[in-house]
């Protein structure tokens, strides 16, 4: 088995509506063996992996898949089961998978669902070694050593537990949700309206508070200027410094970092120059600069304060283990290492005990080591702290805590400049005032950790991501910003332009992605065919961006799904042979199911708007769930009539005019005549647009009035609609450039060309090298059939033809319709072809390209046109000479 490609989707996508994998394998020999032909295949197979026996597979009872193993299945359906069975070993939650045979005999592709994109990718790679390994009957395999590795790895790349409790938290509130990097940044939210978060640290956050917070030393200063109660202190890098500052406050005191987390190098209740002095090498091992504090005797509180309120408390105890008068220190920390609770990291609740030099130090100072055996309910702590890194246990005591120590925390937070803090008290009693019982604000915690208030050891559940995501998003704000998605064959640029002129007319900052580019408020920051997730994403991450509109291509769906969560509105303009032969889709049906997800991922207020002429955009309708706008060129067309009977949206044309209907009322927006872009009406391609435009627009409950406006300043140049049907006058000619590439777009150009007012019709024509040779025979009949004139030029994308074959193709096309051979010739330069073609144009010729490079075309035009203009000179000068 040999692994040919691998496409990772991060959101909803053309085989599910979670992130997936698809797996593309070469089963090679195996190809046409079943499982019960393999030697000792399944045996070995279930000893690796027994988990798998719980697999229901196709029989629906656990055991199904045992069942298909040992009848003969093939070797594609194992790999799925078992990339989505090891992913459940690591601790992930999937299940969605398939495998599905391709048009090659011996490959197969696999598609399942991951929660850790790097793991899984991980996943594949190994579950193939296996298989492979299992196939050979390898004599030694390496699979459980690898999947411990994979384990450590899967440690490192998940979300932390505080990362993921907010991730769950904005999800469950339907706050779409982005991961930025491998690491714990997310963006919660679209657009203007986004706020991005890293742990607890959100981007109200400033970079000063978190700073102090990191000192100690300031954070100490900071507060007792402010009146809060703070531990006598020092800090130095001398040794020498801090035994004498010991002995000037008297034991016991504790030795920390300036600068640390988590608990780390920190030792407390010293009682002794020789413990100080261990401390203090400790300490240095974290920070150059070394606290000595007054130990403040009692027990440790987390304060949580998100926004100027305590959102929770909880009583932390340090790392410990209870003896039973039979097991050493080293064997009861062991035991309780096997608590189900207990895992690596911030894997789980509570974190594994590890045995260290901070730990053999505390035993020490207690006259205590690992091998002894403590008596029966005797206590025998791990840690001087209390953190949960380092092992600890938290109790939740947030309705004990006084109003007064309620404040003090809340003070704490607002003097070092915090929006989410956590404040770390040491006191008796949390139920009593801090400044009667000699207790003190210990630290003030930048990024605190809120494992402890989700999943306390004992008490109660406290959400304080809640608090922390309804900080971001108080009730009532907005967290995402409109999106409009616009895919079809045809006309999704042009429409997606259309809507952001709409937009922008609404006084909205607008994020488009298109064909030519990503534009943010008219300013192009990315150029290139930009259609795909990863530019939607770029959009929606710009907290410019007040609304989105999003021309989403076939493409850029099926290599990467879509770059968004849900669209407020889904176009598909119309479904027609284009692109075909390619990524696995070879029929019209094929295309669209792929194009329908565009109108699948909307929210339930949301609408799809559909094409009612379009026979594919019909069935597409009669699936969903969601409202639907159709749009048509005429109102009395039986979809829309059907549509409007049951009080749907629509929009049409009626005597001329753009009408729409929103289940009970008529609004006329404009005349098709009062669009530029139409050209009077005779650009029917741009009047289809409009209509799709409109029907976006409506969707979003645009005034009628912001519609109309919109289209009537949107032109067909190269500033609103650059290469879509632009009309350059040259002298006494023009040329039209267009990015007509298919049979229908092939159809619309010259229609309208005729009926333009015209000398002769000179094209210059060629289509990318992915059309099948039919498809581009075609074109080449249609030209014939209608130009006076053709030169044949040739993309430079020929795909898996060899040079000079497509142009070959178009040219049968054009001697098949009978064309004079004399008119036609070949040139395959496309700029070339340009400069041949302007040439030879005559007083109100009109030459059309079909362009592939926009912008060599335009130079091509500009300097064509200087030489025109000079040769015009020189003939002038030449008249008057000789007269």
Do not use: W
């Amino acid at each position: 088995m040999k692994l040919k490609d691998l496409i990772i989707y991060n959101g909803r996508n053309i085989y599910c509506h979670r992130p997936c994998i698809r797996v593309e394998v070469n089963l090679e020999k195996h190809a046409e063996i079943p499982t019960c032909d393999i030697p000792n295949f399944n045996n070995l197979l279930l000893e690796y992996i027994p988990t798998l026996k719980e697999h229901k597979c196709s029989r629906g009872y656990p055991g199904g898949f045992v069942e298909r193993l040992y009848e003969g299945t093939y070797l594609a359906h194992v790999l799925e089961h078992v990339c989505i069975e090891i992913q459940n070993i690591l601790g992930y939650d999937v299940a969605f998978g398939k495998a599905r045979k391709t048009s090659q005999d011996t490959v197969y592709y696999i598609v399942f669902e991951y929660k850790n994109k790097e793991i899984a990718e991980e996943v594949v790679y190994l579950a193939i070694d296996l298989l492979n390994d299992l196939c050979e009957n390898a004599q030694k395999i390496e699979f459980l050593g690898k999947m411990e590795k994979l384990k450590e790895i899967a440690l490192d790349g998940t979300l932390g537990p505080s990362t993921q409790a907010i991730k769950d938290e904005a999800e469950i509130r339907g706050i779409p949700v982005m991961q930025i990097g491998k690491g714990s940044l997310l963006q919660l939210g679209y657009g203007c309206y986004s706020k991005r978060i890293q742990a607890t640290i959100t981007e109200n956050t400033g970079c000063i508070p978190v700073d102090i917070s990191c000192d100690k030393d300031m954070t100490k200063e900071l507060l007792r200027m402010g009146g809060i109660p703070v531990p006598d202190g020092y800090t130095s890098d001398n040794l020498e410094d801090i035994l004498a500052y010991s002995k000037r406050i008297g034991y016991p005191v504790v030795i920390k970092p300036n600068q640390g987390n988590q608990g780390k190098g920190v030792s407390i209740n010293l009682t002794d120059q020789d413990h100080v002095i261990a401390a203090f090498q400790i300490a240095k091992e974290y920070c150059n600069q070394v606290v000595v504090e007054k130990y403040i005797p009692g027990n440790h509180y987390r304060l949580l304060v998100v926004n100027g309120k305590v959102s929770a408390c909880a009583q932390r105890i340090s790392a410990h283990v209870i003896g039973n008068g039979n097991h050493t220190i080293r064997e009861l920390i062991q035991i309780e290492n096997q608590n189900p609770l207990r895992g690596e990291g911030h894997e789980k609740p509570l974190t594994k005990l590890k045995i260290d030099s901070v730990m053999e130090l505390l035993l020490k100072k207690n006259n205590m080591h690992l091998d002894m055996i403590p008596q029966k309910g005797e206590i025998v702590y791990l840690r001087e702290n209390d953190n949960l890194s380092t092992g600890g246990i938290a109790l939740d005591v947030t309705d004990q805590v006084h109003p007064e120590n309620l404040d003090i925390a809340v003070n704490a937070a607002h003097i070092i400049g915090l929006d989410v803090a956590g404040i770390d008290i040491t006191t008796k009693d949390i139920s009593t005032p801090i400044t009667s019982n000699h207790g003190a604000v210990i630290e003030v915690n930048a990024a605190p950790g809120i494992r402890m208030h989700h999943y306390p050891t004992k008490g109660k559940q406290r959400n304080v991501a809640k608090d922390i995501v309804d900080s971001l998003f108080p009730k009532g704000s907005s967290y995402s910003i409109p999106i409009i998605s616009v895919t079809g064959t045809n006309g999704k640029t042009t429409t997606t332009r259309m809507l952001g002129k709409i937009l922008m007319e609404k006084g909205l900052r607008v994020g488009m992605t298109t064909t030519g580019g990503i534009y943010i408020d008219q300013q192009c920051i990315m150029k290139g065919d930009t259609t795909g997730a990863i530019s939607a994403q770029s959009v929606l991450m710009d907290k410019r961006v007040e609304a989105a509109v999003l021309e989403t291509a076939r493409g850029g769906i099926i290599k990467r799904g879509l770059g968004y969560d849900l669209a407020d509105v889904g176009i598909i303009t119309n479904i027609s042979e284009d692109h075909l032969g390619l990524d696995g889709i070879n029929t019209l049906e094929e295309l669209a199911f792929v194009k329908s997800l565009v109108v699948e991922a909307i929210k339930k207020s949301g609408y799809a708007v559909l094409n009612a002429e379009d026979p594919y955009c019909i069935n597409i309708g009669k699936k969903l769930s969601r409202n639907i706008i159709y749009f048509s060129t005429h109102k009395n067309q039986i979809v829309i009539q059907e549509h409007i009977r049951r009080g749907g949206r629509a929009v049409y044309l009626k005597n001329d005019h753009i009408c729409t209907y929103n289940g009970k009322i008529e609004q006329e927006i404009l005349s098709i005549k009062e669009i530029p872009a139409t050209l009077n009406g005779i650009l029917t391609c741009n009047i289809k647009n409009s209509l799709a435009a409109v029907a976006g627009a409506f969707g979003l409950d645009v005034k009628p009035e912001i519609i109309a406006k919109g289209l009537k300043n949107f032109k067909c140049d190269l500033v609103d609609n650059p290469g879509r049907f632009n009309i350059h006058q040259v002298r006494d000619f023009k040329v039209v450039v267009d990015y007509g590439h298919n049979i229908d777009s092939y159809q619309e150009i010259i229609s309208t060309l005729k009926k333009m007012n015209h000398n002769r019709l000179i094209g210059v024509i060629g289509v990318p090298g992915d059309r099948s040779e039919t498809s581009t025979v075609k074109i080449g009949q249609i030209c014939g059939e209608n130009f006076h004139h053709i030169i044949i030029k040739e993309d430079q994308e020929i795909r898996n033809f060899e040079p000079g074959m497509v142009s070959k193709f178009l040219k049968n096309g054009c001697m098949i319709s009978g064309m004079n051979k004399d008119c036609l010739e070949i040139e395959l330069c496309e700029r070339d072809a340009l400069k041949k073609a302007m040439m030879m144009a005559q007083k109100d010729d009109i030459v059309v390209i079909f362009y592939e490079d926009y912008q060599g075309v335009m130079d091509t035009i500009k300097e064509t046109k200087l030489v025109i203009e000079e040769n015009n000179n020189r003939q002038k000068i030449s008249l008057k000479n000789n007269a």
